[in-house]
């Protein structure tokens, strides 16, 4: 019976250790023109996520994948990380039109293409390998 004990024990503990690891994340599946968008439970930051070869409307200029996030206060600005090199911000959009698709609530992360994104109260951080971005309405940063 302590056997049955100390095994069950040590099987809570691996269970419990995992469930940081498991809890939080999210999927999102991709909307009719191709594209995977979320936003922010702020409703101040919206992103697309595009695939490697592009979808009917939009092709990455590199040819992709592409993840494109806009903030729209207090400045609009755009975010961009491509397949490769360091993440952008545009100030000048032409195209400004944020923010739509479901949340990705506080907490929880998203996985699209070799995109990581993380959604907390402070702000939101996207990275493909060791660049990305981070957005908030306070401070932007890129790498």
């Known amino acids: 019976m302590k056997r049955v004990v100390t095994h069950l024990l040590t099987l809570g503990l691996l269970a419990a250790l995992c469930l940081p690891v498991m809890a939080g994340g999210q999927k999102f599946g991709p909307n009719a023109n191709g594209g995977t968008e979320f936003m922010a439970p702020s409703g101040n930051i919206g992103c697309i996520y595009i695939p490697a ?14 993840l494109q996030c806009d903030r729209v206060e207090p400045v609009y600005l755009r975010f961009i990380l491509n397949k490769a090199g360091k993440g952008k911000v545009h100030e000048n959009a032409g195209d400004a039109s944020c923010c739509g698709g479901p949340v990705l609530k506080y907490g929880n992360s998203t996985k699209l293409g070799p995109y990581t994104c993380m959604s907390e109260t402070k702000g939101l951080t996207c990275t493909r390998g060791d660049h990305g971005f981070f957005i ?3 401070k932007t940063k890129t790498w």
């Open 136 to 138: 908030s309405r306070k």
């Open 53 to 66: 070869g592009g979808t009917d409307v939009y092709q990455p200029e590199d040819g992709g994948p592409e």
